[in-house]
């Protein structure tokens, strides 16, 4: 059985992500929380509403580029990997 919380970490996985690559829904979430999540066909409960407009987007994006650029560096491709289904 999935622990009581999975669907919420996932929904708020999924807006945090395209808040971080997307900077007019960054700047919609943090004025509109309900409303930009809305848009994605999620609907935020009231304690998610108030966590995501406590959210600093720019050290949350800043944070990410640090994220992508160190595991870039150590990313590793293997062609034999590859499915072409």
Do not use: C, W, Y
Not at 9 to 20: D, K, S, V, W
Not at 59 to 69: A, H, N, T, W
Request: hydrophobic letters at 45%.
């Amino acid at each position: 059985m999935p622990a009581p919380n999975t669907n919420h970490q996932e929904r708020l996985a999924a807006i945090l992500g395209r808040a971080i690559t997307d900077d007019s829904f960054a700047t919609e979430l943090h004025k509109h929380p309900a409303s930009a999540a809305k848009n994605l066909g999620m609907t935020l409960r009231i304690d998610e509403v108030v966590a995501l407009k406590g959210l600093d987007l720019a050290q949350l994006v800043e944070s990410s580029k640090m994220l992508r650029s160190s595991l870039a560096a150590h990313a590793t491709f293997d062609p034999q990997q590859i499915r072409m289904d």
